[in-house]
């Protein structure tokens, strides 16, 4: 597939796609240090507990997942908790907060801007550690909240070794949790039922066939059959690295190489969210990694970017309306390889 590079209504086109620009172009230093100021102070205030090497820590609790993954809880030296799976970290309870408000209060916030309303019905695919539902929950006009998750062992794991993941989503009623596949669960549900956004928080699919088929087009257009001419579906897309201040690199392959050509291939419009995370390597305490998710529509208007935030999400740790438009530019690298007519093979 090739990118392709015409007018769109003051936007670019991306592959069929309008791709829109950055919110604050030229300004991404600004953006930058907005976005990692309090990235930073937890660097600061935790470097020195012993990040380097998650699987070097104290172990806590170990079991094995409901399809033989192994699941760990390790504890740094300060004490913070980490969750992992298969020796990879999943979330560390110093910053995982970023990662789930941002994950969620963008896309539910850009909903409400757009749609004139706040959102009331939200599918939730993955998430199990609880953290997803423990944000959207925070949403006073959520009236249903439909979470699938394939692997119930993660979430009774979680709640009892990490329970500040979830706090008390999983006693909300609003919360319907099932355990089982959510494609096979998308395709069981009524051709009319549609909600009003659609998150899916899966892992990366680096060499999985299983995972990959969550980021294939013919996955994004059983989403797309379930929703309305307003919904908005976000997905992680995987992390980014050397992403620096100067905005002069970026390296984001799950983003670049599968979810955008297939996002794109689906959905007419998609924006892109980048945010540090507190992950940071030892020899220099600096963030090692940034995440990213991609947001997509049906059509209509360009994505609101100006909002004022409802109450109950005004005083969060990291997302503020500030950050959601930061989040909005990319280092220079990455909005070449976004614009740009280039074939896929050589993002």
């Known amino acids: 597939m090739a990118f392709c590079r015409r007018a769109c209504s003051g936007r ?26 309090p990235v930073q102070e937890l660097i600061n205030a935790h470097s020195h507990c012993g990040w380097a090497n998650p699987a070097d820590l104290s172990l806590i609790a170990s079991t094995k997942s409901d399809f033989e993954s192994q699941i760990e809880i390790r504890a740094d030296s300060c004490g913070n908790r980490l969750l992992m799976m298969g020796g990879f970290l999943q979330c560390h309870s110093v910053d995982e907060h970023i990662y789930h408000e941002m994950m969620v209060h963008p896309a539910l916030q850009t909903f409400a801007s757009m749609a004139g309303r706040p959102p009331r019905s939200v599918f939730l695919g993955g998430s199990g550690d609880g953290a997803g539902p423990r944000e959207l929950l925070r949403w006073q006009s959520l009236q249903k909240a439909t979470m699938v998750d394939i692997d119930y062992e993660v979430t009774r794991f979680a709640l009892e070794w990490v329970p500040g993941f979830a706090g008390r989503s999983f006693e909300d009623p609003r919360l319907q949790l099932t355990t089982g596949d959510a ?21 990366d699919a680096f060499d999985s066939k299983e995972l990959e088929k969550l980021y294939s087009t013919e996955f994004y257009e059983l989403c797309r ?29 799950l983003l670049q190489e599968m979810i955008l050509p297939n996002l794109t291939a689906v959905f007419p419009q998609v924006e892109v969210l980048l945010h540090p995370m507190a992950t940071w390597k030892a ?5 090692s990694e940034w995440s990213s998710f991609s947001l997509a529509r049906l059509g209509g208007d360009a994505f609101a970017h100006d909002f004022d935030l409802p109450p109950e999400i005004q005083s969060l740790r990291y997302y503020t309306s500030e950050r959601h438009r930061a989040a909005l530019d990319h280092p220079q690298p990455l909005k070449k390889r976004l614009r740009e007519r280039t074939p896929r093979s050589e993002l």
């Open 283 to 287: 020899e220099i305490k600096t963030p």
């Open 183 to 203: 494609l096979a669960f998308l395709q069981q549900l009524p051709k009319d039922q549609t909600f009003d956004i659609l998150i899916l928080d899966f892992p």
């Open 225 to 253: 059959s379930h929703m309305h001419d307003q919904s908005i579906l976000v997905t992680q897309s995987g992390p980014c690295v050397e992403v620096t201040r100067a905005g002069t690199r970026a390296k984001c392959w």
């Open 12 to 37: 670019l086109l991306l592959a069929g796609c309008c791709l829109l620009p950055s919110f604050s172009e030229g300004l991404w230093i600004d953006n930058f240090d907005v976005l990692m100021a």
